[in-house]
């Protein structure tokens, strides 16, 4: 199942409950509160891309007091 990790900014001392809010949505496998440019690190899983977009536009991004996300997927590749 491929999955993607969600890099979060928000308004500083709501990383805590942002964080409880991000854990409780359906396929996030980890929420991490993070050091450095960004506030929050999620990673989670999706059958399609449509379900990433649902899950970031319609979960995570409606979330109050988060100000900006940027989304990765990671791929497979083998060192040769």
């Known amino acids: 199942m491929p999955k993607a990790y969600i ?3 928000c308004e500083s001392g709501y990383e805590s409950l942002i964080a409880k809010s991000i854990k409780s949505i359906d ?10 440019a960004y ?5 989670i899983i999706f ?6 977009e649902y ?6 991004r409606k979330i109050s ?8 997927i ?7």
């Open 27 to 36: 396929n996030v496998l980890t929420c991490s509160i993070v050091y450095g």
């Open 74 to 80: 990671p791929f497979e590749f083998e060192l040769k």
């Open 65 to 72: 007091k988060i100000q900006f996300t940027m989304t990765l």
């Open 47 to 52: 059958d399609t891309l449509k379900q990433l």
């Open 55 to 60: 899950i970031i536009k319609k979960r995570i």
């Open 7 to 9: 890099l979060i900014n």
């Open 39 to 43: 506030d929050i690190i999620v990673e």
